[in-house]
């Protein structure tokens, strides 16, 4: 079995994490997998949303141990990684991570590069670098820290302590919680919802958002008001108006 | 090694024994950590299906034993959360997590921490003669083991206030009266009794009842909101188990279920 099943329902892409025995440990081969699909799924016009999901007890645990301590400093300065991350993180439409149990270290980064989380009852989330001597290097002290906020943030990465679904959902870091059996199922439904509208849309609204942790508000506001005047200039905005005046569901092409 | 704790596993029923009958079943460390050893068992063995506490001799469980605190009037300060974190919460949080029913025979006293342990069973079954006494506030201490958060849901603010600052004893018959437990029987009756309600939760759907028991904890803290989404979910899950298949597939055919507890 492979490390990463890729699956298809309609217009939603599910990636699972699959290395059960290493409770989804991101090395440097399943984050390649996880790059490449995500590439091909970023040009695939059949492809409108993609969840990311483990299994019902660990979304991913962190990252290989026994690679990272194979590196040196020389090694660790020339690693790869930081290339993967970029990669997937440059994924143009709506990126959910669907989490059930641990996303910890890189698994908690991954989480936080989607673009929304949803968990599991039985979720907990948490940057455990700290115990190991290192720190989070793939966005974990970035990106957390602008989700929930400075105190919670820096506690978690200074202590390596974990937090519940519940707190995570307070925090900001995550947007809905269900029972665990249920997580996949209706980060599915959520994907395919987003579906449902233009293409085109979805990416844009997904740059804006990126951009507003990019620059300042003034900037932001004028770059989101570039990407609406560009929307202006599709087909399925005309669509999606008409069918909201004419009462029926729209039919958006992607173009 | 001394058995503080009795367990046994009969016909999907777990009966646990509190057993310091010379000390009324009052808690030290080691207690905890065989009770805490039965609790794993519990949770991990779906052939179990309800889980009975009683206590051993004439007592249910006089909470903490106060021998193993002894307080040097010249040392400093004990760090009494210590045990609540270590022990009476982890206990607290597993039983009303556990999905399957936890039945409470109380037999005798229930003081301080017993009181609220057993209170916080979801079903509690009391003899006549037994009674709970919200000890703590006598020795300047506060309700633990869940006791400040329960006393209030299961008898009401006024009543809770009035228990846990008095701390006088409560009999069983009173606590029927306000609510707060479940049924009292005469004390020969007890443990028949006991037996015969975990005997009829084995028997049947116990993952929906695990689903209504954590329904019905969640709803102490949740917006009605909150509950009708968590209703809509757990009646999903509850839809998908097999016992829910054979509940309806008997009533059709009109002849008894035949649970599994999936």
Known sequence: MSELIVTRHGRVLQLTLNRPAARNALNNALLTQLATELEAAAVDGDISACVIYGNERCFAAGADLNEMAEKDLPATLNDIRPQLWARINAFPKPLIAAVNGFALGAGCELALLCDVVIAGDNARFGLPEITLGIMPGAGGTQRLIRSVGKSLASKMVLTGESISAQQAQHAGLVSDIFPAPLTLEYALKQAALMARHSPLALQAAKQALRQSQEVPLQAGLAQERQLFTLLSATDDRREGIEAFLQKRTPDFKGR | ?262
């Open chain 2, 1 to 262: 090694m001394v058995e503080f704790i009795l367990s046994q596993v009969e016909q999907g029923v777990m009966t646990i024994t509190l057993n310091r009958p010379e000390r009324l079943n009052s808690f030290n460390d080691v207690m905890h950590q065989q009770l805490s050893e039965c609790l794993k068992q519990a949770e991990r063995d779906d052939t179990i299906r309800c889980l009975l506490i009683t206590g051993a001799g004439r007592g249910f469980c006089a909470g903490q034993d106060l021998n193993d605190r002894n307080v040097d009037p010249n040392g400093p300060a004990p760090d009494l959360g210590m045990s609540v974190e270590t022990f009476y919460n982890p206990l607290v949080r597993r039983l009303a997590r556990l999905p399957k029913p936890v039945i409470a025979a109380v037999n005798g006293v229930a003081a301080g921490a017993g009181a609220t342990l057993a209170l916080g069973c979801d079903m509690v079954i009391a003899a006549r003669s037994a009674n709970f006494v919200m000890a703590f506030s006598k020795l300047g201490l506060v309700p633990d083991c869940g006791g400040t958060w329960l006393l209030p849901r299961v008898a009401g603010r006024a009543r809770a206030m009035g228990l846990a600052l008095l701390g006088d004893k409560l009999s069983a018959e009173q606590a029927q009266a306000w609510g707060m437990i479940w049924q009292v029987v005469d004390d020969e009756q007890l443990s028949s009794t006991a037996q015969q309600m975990a005997l009829h939760f084995v028997s049947q759907p116990t993952f929906g009842l695990g689903l209504i028991k954590q329904a019905i904890n969640a709803a102490e803290t949740n917006s009605l909101d909150a509950q009708l989404d968590l209703e809509r979910d757990y009646q999903r899950l509850a839809g998908r188990s097999d016992d829910y298949r054979e509940g309806v597939s008997a009533f059709l055919a009109k002849r008894t279920p035949n649970f599994t507890g999936k």
